[in-house]
């Protein structure tokens, strides 16, 4: 004889899904053997467990409209006890499904075989010039592109995908724990298919399945003027394309700007020195400065003193984002002889002379180094 689950649940047999959750809920609250240790209570917990899983498979329950057991011997379902039914402590993930709106270790399907790909960044190094006022440059790339045989669908040509016959093209399989609180369903990926759900029969020969192969790439990429070490060009979806033949990443290209001989830069500032002799600085000079593009002809002021600068507007780096550009700051070193025959120690003396300026004289014997040894010495 068919039992009467609409009766243990204490619904009506026009009940609807949700009047069928709510009933369980509160029943399961009242007789789960951890809130009802009575051996009668976990009799009665079977029962419910077995008419909400019955009233709450369509399947099922047409079988019960029309006077059958679907959970009866031969009535399209297992026993309580039996593979697939409830046992002692089943009903744990309808408990958690009917609590929390989903199942516990539910399936999250099967991934994708399409995948999009990822970034690649490629080194590039380039001249102060060329960082400076820009150019186009060729550049060299290995990276994964589109199998061009299977077209990124990973099969031999006239073959295709076939579902998991292990998950049944779920991509993973679930696994059934008895605890304390009841039965625990947990799922993990598939390793037939590896979470696919799909296999490839006979894969490509180029590709053996993956929908992308490697190989180098010549592209060219132009560098905007005023760039600096450092930076990063995009170029978009020229990077690695995804498993499955997926949309392509970027490719970024790092300028890295290489040591100028005479030029140094602090972003779009160019720095350098020039040695003029000390005469030079003292009467005055022109200097004749090769910039990265021009020659500029340059006034060193009579007197210029050691560590003087001398500003060069617009001579500098193109400025990246606007128009305009940057500076060049000429540091001037003066260089004093280390050497003189006597006629030029001569000239010195007698226009330190004429200047004011005593020089005392190092002399072996009288000099002012000397005295000053012999005072340290101890001596008159």
Request: glycine content about 14%; charged content about 25%; proline content about 6%.
């Amino acid at each position: 004889m068919a039992r009467d689950y609409y009766g243990i649940l204490g619904v009506s047999r026009d009940a609807s899904d949700d009047d069928i959750k709510r009933a369980y809920r509160k029943l399961a609250r009242q007789y789960h053997p951890d809130v009802n240790p009575d051996p009668e209570a976990q009799e009665k917990f079977k029962d419910i467990n077995a008419a909400y899983e019955v009233l709450s498979d369509d399947r099922k329950r047409q079988i019960v409209d029309l006077g059958g057991d679907p959970l009866a011997p031969g009535g399209g379902g297992a026993g309580p006890g039996g593979p697939g039914g409830a046992g002692p402590f089943v009903g744990f993930q309808d408990i958690m499904d009917a609590f929390f709106g989903g199942a516990a270790g539910g399936s999250r399907g099967p991934r994708p075989r399409t995948r999009p790909g990822a970034d690649a960044i490629l080194r590039l190094e380039l001249d102060l010039n060329e960082t400076a006022f820009g150019v186009e440059a060729p550049i060299t790339v290995d990276t994964a592109v589109l199998c061009t045989t299977c077209s990124g669908a990973g099969t031999a040509a006239g073959t295709h995908l076939a579902t998991c016959e292990a998950c049944g093209g779920r991509g993973e399989v679930q696994s059934v724990q008895r605890t304390f609180l009841g039965q625990v369903v947990s799922a993990r990926p598939c390793t037939v298919c590896q979470g696919y759900g799909t296999t490839i029969p006979h894969p490509c020969p180029t590709c053996a399945g993956d929908g992308r192969v490697r190989t180098r790439r010549s592209l060219t990429v132009k560098i905007p003027a005023g760039v600096e070490d450092g930076m990063r060009i995009r170029l978009a979806q020229q990077g690695e394309v995804g498993p499955g033949g997926g949309t392509a990443g970027d490719l970024y290209v790092e300028i890295h700007e290489r040591t100028h001989d005479v030029y140094s830069r602090k972003g779009d500032d160019l720095h350098c020195r020039v040695t003029v002799p000390m005469t030079a600085a003292a009467l005055g000079t022109r200097l004749t400065i090769k910039t990265l593009d021009s020659e500029e002809v340059v006034d060193v002021k009579p007197g210029t003193q050691p560590g003087s600068t001398l500003r060069l507007r617009a001579r500098g780096v193109p400025h990246l984002r606007g128009a305009g550009r940057g500076d060049l700051y000429v540091h001037l070193d003066v260089r004093t002889p280390t050497k003189l025959d006597a006629d030029q120690e001569r000239m010195l003396r007698d226009f330190a002379k004429t200047r004011g300026e005593e020089v005392a004289e190092l002399t072996k014997q009288g000099g002012f180094f000397s005295r000053m040894r012999d005072a340290f010495n101890g001596h008159a």
